[in-house]
């Protein structure tokens, strides 16, 4: 294992979504509670996401993790 990967963190908080994305703390919150962005792991108060979620999600093309079929009723 190289050590760049050895040091690479596997559960991003939320300055490293933002820092991946090049976004802003706050979009990635609002990202993630819109379905547009995997939801994340709650761990007590601080949320985490899988660093291999959100490259999946960014090579799948960003599309919405989940969607609201509510709305047409």
Same mark, same amino acid.
């Given at each position: 294992? %190289?050590?760049? !990967?050895?040091?690479?963190?596997? *559960?991003? @908080?939320?300055? /490293?979504? $933002? $820092?991946? *994305? @090049?976004v %802003? ?6 990202? =993630?509670? =819109?379905? &547009? *962005?995997?939801? /994340?792991?709650?761990?007590? !108060? *601080? #949320? ?5 979620? &959100?490259l =999946? ?10 969607? &609201? !079929?509510? #709305?047409? =009723?």
């Amino acid at each position: 294992m %190289s050590r760049n !990967a050895a040091e690479s963190p596997v *559960l991003l @908080d939320v300055h /490293g979504v $933002a $820092a991946l *994305l @090049d976004v %802003s703390p706050r979009s990635v919150f609002r990202l =993630a509670d =819109a379905g &547009i *962005l995997p939801p /994340g792991t709650k761990l007590g !108060a *601080l #949320r985490r996401w899988p660093k291999a979620d &959100i490259l =999946a999600w960014v090579q799948d093309g960003c599309r919405p993790v989940r969607t &609201i !079929a509510s #709305r047409r =009723a």
